[in-house]
């Protein structure tokens, strides 16, 4: 069965066991909270299953805590515009993005520690001309720190310049409201998923397609540095997400979370793997199968297992040969020429 994408075409074995080295089980799920009847039982285990792991999201809450303890400009100095704090921030950004991408590309696929074991794709890295200097791996660290880091720093720089000067609503104190502040967390959580949903759909449109999110998706066989590689315009929309926090009251810490879950946690969801291994026993969750089925397939799959939004409005891929035989209907439907009238 041949797949054919704008720059290339790959065999592709006819169903979901042989077209992949290692999947979860199918048809994969999402989220059970918003079903109807309600699941108690069933929301109650994901919610201990998904938001209670190391990695993510309990490690951006502790990289968070060190990064607003330790690391974070004091508020007063964040009021003017000056480079020094503005600089800091970046550090801080780039660092982290530096020290979890390169780690997990080094763990994962420079010394292999886990070989292929729950790798989706065999697939290794590629060396073509469709990437910036003919390597996937550069191209996609080049546009990870020079379009992605950037932007999301920019947004930060933002956020806390408005916040220092009391133009945002904020929480000067976890004590102010303890409620809210551990409610909030949550609250992000949701929106992350419904905004990054829409802004996908966006920029999946035929033109924004093919000249902002077609970089992003030169990468059908992803790895950690893939998650980030966009084109300035998409890292723009991906990280305005923060606007969230200059309508809510929000505490430094989670800005910091909230920002980390969408640019650390694109390193891990795009790993490659489902799981990384250390030994036989251990394990922590890495990547996500959901969107992996994303980058083969396209047209599916455009949010993410916390809101049922793909299953709402039909672009859900569960990984079975069926959903495989009606996405690929659905791009001929959204991709056919345009009939021309007499």
Request: proline residues 7%.
């Amino acid at each position: 069965m041949a797949k054919t994408n704008t720059n290339r075409t790959v065999r592709v074995p006819p169903g979901p066991s042989q077209a992949w080295n290692f999947h979860p089980s199918l048809p994969i799920s999402v989220s059970p909270l918003f079903d109807l009847p309600p699941k108690p039982r069933a929301a109650i285990a994901w919610v201990i299953g998904t938001w209670f792991k190391m990695a993510p999201p309990v490690s951006h809450v502790l990289l968070a805590l060190i990064t607003v303890a330790f690391l974070l400009p004091a508020a007063p100095t964040m009021q003017k515009t000056d480079a020094g704090w503005m600089l800091q921030v970046a550090a801080i950004n780039f660092g982290w993005s530096v020290l979890l991408g390169g780690a997990l590309h080094l763990y994962l696929y420079v010394f292999a520690a886990q070989e292929t074991r729950l790798k989706f794709d065999i697939r290794p890295m590629e060396k073509s001309s469709r990437f910036t200097f003919g390597n996937q791996v550069w191209d996609n660290i080049f546009w990870s720190l020079g379009s992605s880091v950037v932007l999301w720093t920019l947004w930060t720089i933002l956020y806390f310049h408005a916040a220092a000067n009391g133009w945002v609503p904020t929480l000067t104190g976890i004590g102010q409201s303890p409620v809210w502040f551990v409610l909030f967390f949550f609250v992000i959580r949701f929106w992350q998923s419904f905004h990054f949903y829409w802004i996908h759909r966006l920029i999946h449109m035929p033109l924004l397609f093919r000249h902002v999110h077609s970089l992003h998706h030169r990468n059908v066989n992803v790895g950690p540095w893939s998650g980030l590689a966009m084109h300035p315009v998409e890292g723009f929309l991906y990280f305005s997400g923060i606007l969230i926090h200059f309508v809510l009251p929000s505490h430094p810490i989670h800005v910091i979370f909230h920002m980390f879950s969408l640019g650390l946690g694109a390193l891990y969801s795009h790993s490659g793997f489902e799981k990384i291994l250390f030994g036989n026993t251990a394990d922590m969750k890495a990547g996500s199968f959901h969107h992996q089925l994303h980058h083969r397939y396209f047209e599916c799959n455009y949010g993410s297992e916390e809101m049922p939004l793909d299953r709402w409005f039909g672009s859900f891929h569960d990984g079975t040969e069926a959903a495989t035989r009606r996405i690929r209907a659905r791009k001929k439907l959204i991709f056919a020429p345009r009939q021309k009238h007499p």
